[in-house]
DNA sequence: CCTTAGAATTAGAATTATTCTAAATTCAAC
DNA sequence: GTTGAATTTAGAATAATTCTAATTCTAAGG
């Protein structure tokens, strides 16, 4: 996670600042064009296009992240600290959880995939309360 | 994973077979445009539609799995057992692995989430050894 | 066998999601 | 202030997915 410094260092226009606070205020997972929405209320000259290039641009900088389980738009969520997600297989509800990382699992992976390793999520697929 | 008996009791249209044997027969995970590509060779009247309504219908029968991780199409898998997935946040590739799933894991996941679980799998990024 | 109703397929249109383009604007550095 | 690079804009273009209506297939009942 970037510091309230290293964010103001990147100058970011006032478009990418609008794009940023409507993921930082939200309780949800927005789609892009979601985004785009609640963006056009802050700053309603934006342009879909921005909208698209904002979020690349964030999640390129490490600000959000773009999630996506099949079926559907991605979505995008303020970056926090390493986490997991839920997903209901009869509704499509995401929510964030978090586990801990239990030792070793990470390197195991690395080593089975031969891959330089960054992060390990995890992700429960199951029926949410509602749909239960 | 369904045995061979419980697929063939299923009854499978002549296009859904040729949807399955495509994926079953790929060693990579395919988009259902190229799904779509490969089994026109097959079965060269088979429309997309078809294919889309194919994947559907063998994903909710629990023959293949649905991947994506952000950006592009989704993508088509055999259904093993539960398996991981470590994704290259470079180039993009995606790799199957298989790591343990330890003790507690899945419980706790279904405690903090109040979901019911029913898989959990891991996603590692990091880079993969071309892009290293 | 026939008929028939429901499911599946087809071709293509429609919709949704995402990216691209070209012109205009902004902004920082000289 | 001028220049050039980056960004934004509006809208077009492309890609991904779903829908529609007409046709075909299939399995069950007579």
């Given at each position: 996670m970037k510091s309230t410094k290293e964010i103001e260092e990147l100058g970011l226009t006032k478009q990418?600042?609008?794009v940023l606070?409507?993921?930082?205020d939200s309780k949800e997972h927005l789609?892009?064009?979601e985004v785009f929405e609640l963006s056009k209320g802050l700053l309603p000259k934006i342009s879909f296009a921005t909208v698209y290039n904002s979020l690349r641009f964030l999640k390129e900088e490490g600000l959000?992240?773009?999630v996506n389980f099949?079926?559907?738009a991605s979505k995008f969520d303020r970056m926090t600290d390493r986490h997991d997600h839920a997903i209901c297989s009869s509704c499509g509800k995401l929510v964030d959880i978090l586990l801990d990382l239990p030792e070793d699992l990470m390197r195991k992976a690395?080593?089975?995939?031969k891959f330089k390793p960054e992060t390990l999520?995890?992700?429960l697929r199951g029926t949410c309360p509602e749909c239960k």
């Open positions: 990418r600042k609008v606070s409507v993921i930082m789609t892009a064009n959000i992240s773009e099949g079926s559907g690395a080593e089975r995939s999520e995890f992700t």
